[in-house]
């Protein structure tokens, strides 16, 4: 399993799309397991359940996609990391954990279309580097590597990820 990790906007859904076609696997995506499960959208769990019944159902979603035995390329959601039972769950069911990162500015350009990031409502700025200044210690004790994103291509960060975790197939990424 190949996980990726790291702020909304850094680029987990897109790139992780894009590396689970290259090396064809499957993929997943935290968020889009939460929303399927519950039949609700994101912001409609967090507007009518909280962020307390979010966080509930997003370890539930990692713990059914880490249970699997298919090889597969994971985008974890932002805060799901937070948590230290769902880190602990990732530690042991990844072989490759990538942090994508970028600098708050680029985050706020690429969330600035996303109508399903509660998170960021009335002040972007301030809310990514809030979530920066309590989640990057966390991604720096999770991750195997970190990689900026700012100005590469998704293409270029695709080949990056498959050199930083030495992937050239199926075989590698197995667990």
Not at 57 to 84: F, P
Not at 143 to 172: F, M, N
Request: charged fraction near 25%.
């Amino acid at each position: 399993m190949i996980v990726l990790i790291g702020l909304m906007g850094s680029g987990k859904t897109t790139v992780g799309k894009a590396l689970a076609k290259k090396l064809n696997l499957d993929f997943q995506d935290s968020d889009e397991a939460v929303e399927k499960s519950s039949k609700s959208s994101v912001r409609e769990i967090f507007a009518n359940q909280g962020e307390a019944e979010f966080r509930k159902l997003e370890s539930q979603a990692l713990a059914d996609i880490c249970g699997r035995s298919s090889a597969v390329v994971l985008a974890v959601a932002g805060g799901a990391i937070v948590a230290e039972d769902n880190r602990e769950l990732l530690r042991k069911s990844a072989q490759c954990i990538v942090w994508l990162d970028a600098p708050t500015p680029t985050l706020v350009l690429r969330t600035g279309r996303g109508k399903h990031r509660p998170l960021l409502d009335g002040d972007p700025v301030g809310s990514l580097n809030k979530m920066r200044q309590d989640r990057e210690p966390l991604y720096q004790q999770l991750a195997t590597h970190r990689l900026v994103t700012q100005s590469l291509s998704v293409k270029a960060v695709v080949e990056q990820l498959i050199s930083l975790c030495q992937l050239s197939g199926v075989d590698e990424v197995a667990k």
